[in-house]
C-alpha cells in the first residue's frame, strides 16, 4: 500500500504561485487561446514538467500543455490522462489575485481582507464544517481566486512530482494534460486527441472532498433573434412593434419553475445569458441544461412555442431560433467502461476519504473528452464557491486529491495483465 503520510508535497506552493498569473478567457475573443496571457502559464507549466523530467513537455500554439511521464512496468497498462485547465472564469476579475492563507481554520465566518464586505459565511458554506484545523487558502476579497481550476492543476503536477520520486510505485504511461478556456465553453475545441495518446481520462476539476462526477448536464446554447418594427417614436401609436419590449414579454414567460433561480439536483432550466440590441433587432442568448437530450430537446420546443405565442401577436415581427449543441452527459458513454469509476471509487478509498458518486448541474472538458473518444469522469478538486470573490480551498483537501492521483496510476497498473 502506497504511504504519503511522509511526503511533502508541494501543490500549496504551486498553487500560490499559479493563481497570481492572470489567466482570464474572453468569451468575445475570436482567436485561440481567448486571451494571449494563458500562455504565461502554458509556458511556466511546460518547464517545470520539463525540469521534472517529462522531456516530451510542451505548449502547441494554441496553448494546451501536453507531456508523458512513461511508464515503469512491463504490464500492458491502458494509458491514463489527467487534465486540468488554465484558465479562469469571466465573471470575476482575475487580475492582480493575493491568496490567503487562513492557517488551522477553527469555524466561523470568513471575513476578507481587502473588502470587509466579502464575508464567507459559515452557515452558507455547508462543506467548512468539515474543514475545522484545515488551512484554507482565500482572496482578499477583490478577485476570484482561481482554484478553479488552479487548484487540479498544481494537483496533478505534485502528483507527477511524487510519481516522479517514487519509482517503486509501479505505474503505465501517464499523460498530463493542461487546457485553456475551458470556463467559455472551448477547452477542447483545438485538442490533438491523436498526439495526447491516451484510452481513458480524469479531469480534476470536481468540489467537495471525495467527490467522483460521474454525470453532466447535456447542454445546448439558443440564439433568438426578434425582428422588430421601427418608427419614429412620435408617430408611433398602432405603428411601432418594439424588439425590446416583445423580448422582454418572452422572457416574463419562462416557467418561474425552470429557471436556475428555482431548479436543483436533477431539474432541469431554461436561462437568458445575454440580450442585446434596440428596437429594430434584439438577440437573446440562452443556454438550456438537462440531465438527458429528450428533456433537453422538449425545454427547446416549450421556448420557442413561447415566442412564437408571442410574437403571433405581432404582425409585423418576426423571429429566427437557432440551437447550438454545446455538450452531452457523459454517463452515456462512462457507462460503458465502468472500470472507469470502479478505479477511481477505489483511489479515494486508499486516500482515506468516502467516495460518493454525484451529479454536474455543468459540465467539464470531460463532458466533450468522452464524446471524442475520451472517457472522461470529473474527480474532486477540493474548489468551492468557484467564479466568484468568495472562493475557496483548502490544502488539505488538495494535498487528498494529490494521493487520488497517485492511488489511480497505481490501481490501473495493478489490475492490468
Partial sequence: MINLSSYKYTVAERFLRYVKIDTQSNPESLTYPSTEKQKNLGKLLAEELIQMGL????????????????????????????????????????????????????????????????????????????????????????????????????????????????????????????????????GVDKVNIKKLGADFAYTMDGETLGHIENETFSADGVTLTIKGFPTHPGFAKDKMQHAIKIAAEIISLIPKD????????????????????????????????????????????????????????????????????????????????????????????RSGVTPVLSSIRGGTDGSRLSFMGLPCPNIFAGEHAFHSKQEWVSIQDMQKAVQTIVHLASIWEERSN
Fill in 55 to 186: 522531456t516530451d513537455a510542451h505548449m502547441d500554439e494554441h496553448c494546451y500543455v501536453y507531456a508523458t511521464l512513461p511508464a515503469n512496468t512491463t504490464k500492458k497498462v491502458p494509458v491514463i490522462c489527467f487534465c486540468s485547465h488554465m484558465d479562469t472564469s469571466p465573471d470575476c476579475s482575475g487580475e492582480n489575485v493575493n491568496p490567503i492563507v487562513n492557517s488551522n481554520y477553527q469555524g466561523g465566518d470568513i471575513v476578507l481582507l481587502n473588502d470587509k464586505t466579502q464575508i464567507i459565511k459559515f452557515n452558507e458554506h455547508v462543506d467548512l464544517k468539515n474543514q475545522i484545523g484545515n488551512d484554507i487558502i482565500t482572496t482578499d476579497g477583490t478577485t476570484l481566486l482561481g482554484a478553479d481550476n488552479k487548484a487540479g492543476v498544481a494537483e496533478i503536477m505534485d502528483a507527477v512530482n511524487y510519481l516522479i520520486n517514487h519509482p517503486e510505485i509501479k505505474h503505465g504511461d501517464i499523460k498530463v494534460l493542461f487546457t485553456p478556456d475551458e470556463e467559455i465553453g472551448r
Fill in 258 to 349: 425552470k429557471t436556475p433561480e428555482t431548479t436543483e439536483g436533477k431539474q432541469p432550466f431554461m436561462h437568458p445569458t445575454a440580450i442585446n440590441g434596440g428596437l429594430e433587432q434584439v438577440v437573446i442568448k440562452f443556454i438550456i441544461r438537462a440531465f438527458d437530450t429528450p428533456t433537453l430537446h422538449a425545454l427547446e420546443a416549450e421556448l420557442k412555442q413561447i415566442a412564437e405565442k408571442v410574437i403571433a401577436k405581432y404582425n409585423k415581427c418576426s423571429f429566427t431560433f437557432e440551437v447550438q449543441e454545446q455538450y452531452r452527459n457523459f454517463r452515456e458513454v462512462l457507462d460503458e467502461h465502468p472500470q472507469i469509476i470502479e478505479y477511481a471509487v477505489e483511489a479515494v478509498k
